[in-house]
């Protein structure tokens, strides 16, 4: 049974249609990452864990933007 998955983008994924951006789909025990330009190719997934801890260490460090 395939379970549909909901993916979403960045509130930061820029004008238009926001095609230039990843998007992320959280599944049971995993986060999953896809090219939003490609929808239908290869995802990327990690550990929730791996993926929150990487998602704390950006907002830590920042962007040169910042």
Known sequence: MT???NWRKSSYS???EGNN???IANLPTHIAI????TPTRATLTFPTGAFTAFVRALKTTGT???
């Open 14 to 16: 820029g004008g238009g």
């Open 21 to 23: 951006c990843v998007e």
């Open 64 to 66: 040169p933007d910042n």
């Open 3 to 5: 379970t549909a998955v």
């Open 34 to 37: 896809r090219d939003s330009k």
